[in-house]
Nanobody, 122 residues
Framework: QVQVVESGGGLVQAGGSLRLSCTAS????????MGWFRQAPGREREGVSC????????FYTDSVKGRFGISRDNAKSTLYLQMNSLKPEDTAMYYC???????????????RGQGTQVTVSS
């Protein structure tokens, strides 16, 4: 059974940093490109970042380039998102899932976790 558990969110002031983690189980984590997605109230879920299965390539949506860094530890089946210089517009629920390199969720994988809330105050 595919499971992911996102953690690390919280309330932070603008300009601050957070590090999100996603621990996965029930599938071959090391064989999938993995990514972070977010959904703000009243908005559609969007792809934030994706990292290839061996970690050699990373992809970001334009609004987070230069501020966010995605990484993974396949030995621990864990995905990370380092978020720096946070802005109020980064406020959203963040989810991890298998991804495509154009930042769409991998077909038939879906969103299996509860997400972790990031709130950035101005």
């Amino acid at each position: 059974q595919v499971q992911v558990v996102e953690s690390g969110g919280g309330l932070v002031q603008a300009g601050g940093s957070l590090r999100l983690s996603c621990t996965a189980s029930g599938f071959r984590f090391d064989l999938y490109d993995m990514g972070w997605f977010r959904q703000a109230p009243g908005r559609e879920r969007e792809g934030v970042s994706c990292i290839t299965w061996r970690g050699g390539n990373t992809f970001y949506t334009d609004s987070v380039k230069g501020r966010f860094g995605i990484s993974r530890d396949n030995a621990k089946s864990t995905l990370y998102l380092q978020m720096n210089s946070l802005k109020p517009e980064d406020t959203a629920m963040y989810y991890c899932a298998a991804c495509l390199r154009d930042l769409r969720v991998y077909p038939n994988f879906g969103f299996r976790g509860q997400g972790t809330q990031v709130t950035v105050s101005s």
